[in-house]
Structures are given as structure tokens and as C-alpha cells.
């Protein structure tokens, strides 16, 4: 029984079936969401040639990295590509929105990766979200990584050395999401030298920039001395809310610094969209009509309708 199957089963929500009255937006909703989960309804992808490896970073708290790591990943998965989240944050959230059980005890984590050599394919799990979907989970164990790690050999260099792209080919992994703490510690620098591209969640709320400069510069610093590849690629504002102008602004502004980065989608602020965890799910199986979900699935459409400026498609 290979190591990645998954560690828990559950039911899939079914709370949307098709409504009579075509014209109110529960029905709406309905319908948006039978489209997203037929099989092959929501369209297929075009495949990068290789993994495209990004880190989710910002050293902002709750700007949305973890929201937006698994749930663009749920969206390349529906849409037919192999995705692999590595949960870097020793809070586990990925893990937990991903419906993997990251607290039993023994389980292989991406602490035993980073500090005990375990390989890749001992820690990897399918999500019972999508049959492409996997995750190599987090346990409490990683908040003594960023300490553990600084006597260690080739430190920076760990999560790099561990990624077998073999069994990413193995299990068809298009798509290689790093989830990182609020931090730019050893954690996150460890993300950046396994990456090539950098992708910043920012919030639409004040202070949206604050602490990306620093960000920026410690981008640079690893491009300069540990990764040379590494760039940032993407921008995803989240958390927009319509009703203030000041969302407006700071979407304005961080256009205006950061130019065609920024994807056009823009992530509203919902609370389905923040519920979605605690059900162990992503917001596109929790409630696959509802705007957040229809929002990250066109972001995850225009990631990978960008692959081809990136590195070629397949
Ligand atoms: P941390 O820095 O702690 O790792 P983070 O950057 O990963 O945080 P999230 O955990 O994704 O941020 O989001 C922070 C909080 O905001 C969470 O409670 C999450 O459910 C909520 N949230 C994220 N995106 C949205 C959204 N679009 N609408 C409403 N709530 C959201
Ligand atoms: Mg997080």
C-alpha cells in the first residue's frame, strides 16, 4: 500500500442540488457548482513541461498564503493537473484544509524530511479532496525546525535536496505549492532555494505593503547567493472588499508597483471562504458555486494560462 493514499476519508458536501427556480441565486449558486464538479466540465489545463515549484511567502500574517495555496491548488487539480502542497507552517493549516490528519502520532511529516532524511515518497499524502491533489503534511514537531536546522549540513538547502522529482513525475505533479510561515526564517528560506518562483498573496486592507520590501530584498539576497533562478512571479490580492475604496486603492497601488504580476482575478473577502477549513475542505468542495470558490478557480486558470511566459508548457 503506497504511503500516499489518504490518511482519512469523509463525505463530500452534496448541499447543492439543482433548485427549480433557475432565477435566484441559491439556483445560480446550484448551477455554477454542478458545472465546477462534473468531470472534465470545468475544462482541462495546459501542463508546464516541468514542476512549476512556487513558494506561497509573505511575512505578513493571515494576508491569505495558506488559504491561497490550497485553494488554488484544489483549482489546478479540478482542472485536471497534479498538485503537490508542502506544508511549511508548523500551524498546519494546509494540512488541516487539505483533510489531512497531520496529528497522529508517527506520521511522516515535512520535519522528518527536512532533519531525519526521510524521502519524499514516506511523507507525501493524497487528499481526499482530489485524486491529484496531494500534501506533505506538517506536525507540531517543525516549530523547533528554524532552530534545529542552523547546526544542520547545507541547511538552506534541505527541502531542494528532498524533492525526488522522480516520484513527482511518478505521481504526474505539475504543480509544486509551498505554503510558508509568517517568517523569513530558515522555513521559508529553505522554500525559496527549493523554488523558482515566488508567489506574494497581499491583503486588500491598510498597511498592504508593509514588510514586502524586506521581502523583496531577502528574495534577492537568496537569488544572488543560494538560488539564481528564483523570482517573483505572481501577485494574488485577497481579501478585497468591494464596499471600501480603500480596497480599491491598494489594489491600484499594488498594480501600479508591481505591474502585469498581479493577476487580474482578485480574491473577495467571504465568509464561506474562511469556513471552509474547519470542515477540513477546500471553499471549492465546501461550496463550489460560491464566489470565493469561482474566484480561485479563475485564478488557478490564469497561473497556468501563464506557464507558458514561466518556463514553456509541455
Ligand atoms: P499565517 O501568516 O498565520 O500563516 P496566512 O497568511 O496563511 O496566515 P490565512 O490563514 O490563509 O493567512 O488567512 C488568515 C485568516 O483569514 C484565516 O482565518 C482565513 O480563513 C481568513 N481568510 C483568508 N482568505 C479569506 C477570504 N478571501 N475571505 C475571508 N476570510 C479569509
Ligand atoms: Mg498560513
Wanted: charged residues 20%.
Amino acid at each position: 500500500m503506497p504511503h500516499y493514499e489518504p490518511s482519512v476519508s469523509r463525505e463530500t458536501p452534496s448541499a447543492h442540488s439543482a433548485q427549480p427556480y433557475a432565477d435566484t441565486p441559491i439556483a445560480a449558486a446550484a448551477e455554477r457548482a454542478s458545472q465546477v464538479l462534473t468531470p472534465g466540465a470545468s475544462g482541462t489545463l495546459p501542463r508546464p513541461a516541468s514542476p512549476r515549484i512556487m513558494t506561497v511567502a509573505n511575512q505578513k500574517g493571515g494576508v491569505g498564503k495558506t488559504t491561497s495555496a490550497v485553494n488554488l491548488a484544489a483549482g489546478l487539480a479540478i482542472h485536471g493537473l497534479g498538485v503537490l502542497v508542502i506544508d511549511l507552517d508548523p500551524q498546519g493549516n494546509a494540512s488541516t484544509a487539505l483533510g489531512i490528519d497531520h496529528r497522529q502520532p508517527g506520521i511522516a511529516s515535512v520535519y522528518e524530511m527536512l532533519l531525519d532524511d526521510v524521502p519524499l515518497r514516506d511523507a507525501i499524502q493524497r487528499s481526499p479532496a482530489n485524486e491529484r491533489l496531494y500534501c506533505v503534511p506538517s506536525t507540531l514537531d517543525l516549530a523547533g525546525a528554524e532552530i534545529e536546522l542552523v547546526s544542520v549540513v547545507a541547511r538552506e538547502s534541505r527541502l531542494r535536496n528532498a524533492l525526488d522529482h522522480d516520484v513527482l513525475a511518478e505521481l504526474g505533479i505539475d504543480y509544486v505549492l509551498i505554503d510558508c510561515p509568517p517568517s523569513l526564517g530558515l522555513l521559508t528560506v529553505n522554500a525559496m532555494v527549493a523554488a523558482r518562483e515566488v508567489l506574494i498573496p497581499i491583503q486588500c486592507e491598510y498597511y498592504a505593503l508593509e514588510g514586502v520590501g524586506q521581502l523583496l530584498r531577502n528574495i534577492e539576497l537568496v537569488q544572488a547567493h543560494l538560488n539564481k533562478e528564483l523570482h517573483v512571479s505572481t501577485i494574488l490580492l485577497t481579501m478585497y472588499d468591494g464596499r471600501t475604496k480603500l480596497a480599491d486603492q491598494v489594489a491600484a497601488e499594488v498594480r501600479g508597483h508591481f505591474g502585469d504580476k498581479v493577476l487580474s482575478t482578485i480574491i473577495p473577502r467571504s465568509v464561506k471562504v474562511s469556513e471552509a477549513p474547519g470542515f477540513g475542505m477546500t471553499i471549492i468542495e465546501y461550496d463550489p458555486g460560491s464566489r470565493g470558490s469561482m474566484s480561485y478557480l479563475d485564478a488557478s486558470r490564469e497561473l497556468a494560462q501563464r506557464a507558458s511566459v514561466e518556463g514553456g508548457l509541455a
